[in-house]
Nanobody, 115 residues
């Protein structure tokens, strides 16, 4: 069974950058397509980006060109580089498989974009 722990969130001004990390336990991490998701206050959780085991990526239109998802299979870690952050990027960010598995949801990491 895989356990996922997100980190790297924080408070940042509009236009700033953050890098999120998701550390996964489990030896079969590399075969999973992994995704970053976010949930803003009062909104449903949404997919932000995903990456296959081979490195193919997909991005939501709202983050395309600003966010970059990557993975290091040797370290069992998925990253989300977030640049040119906007107020509307404020949310709790989670990683999970794609499609997500209910029992893999972690606590997430809070990203707050504010001036």
């Amino acid at each position: 069974q895989v356990q996922l722990v997100e980190s790297g969130g924080g408070l940042v001004q509009p236009g700033g950058s953050l890098r999120l990390s998701c550390a996964a336990s489990g030896s079969i991490f590399s075969i999973y397509t992994m995704g970053w998701y976010r949930q803003a206050p009062g909104k449903q959780r949404e997919l932000v980006a995903r990456i296959t085991g081979g490195g193919s990526t997909f991005y939501a239109d709202s983050v395309k060109g600003r966010f970059t998802i990557s993975r290091d299979n040797a370290k069992n870690t998925v990253y989300l580089q977030m640049n040119i952050l906007r107020l509307e990027d404020t949310a709790v960010y989670f990683c999970n498989t794609f499609p997500p598995l209910t029992h893999y949801w972690g606590k997430g990491t809070l990203v707050t974009v504010s001036s």
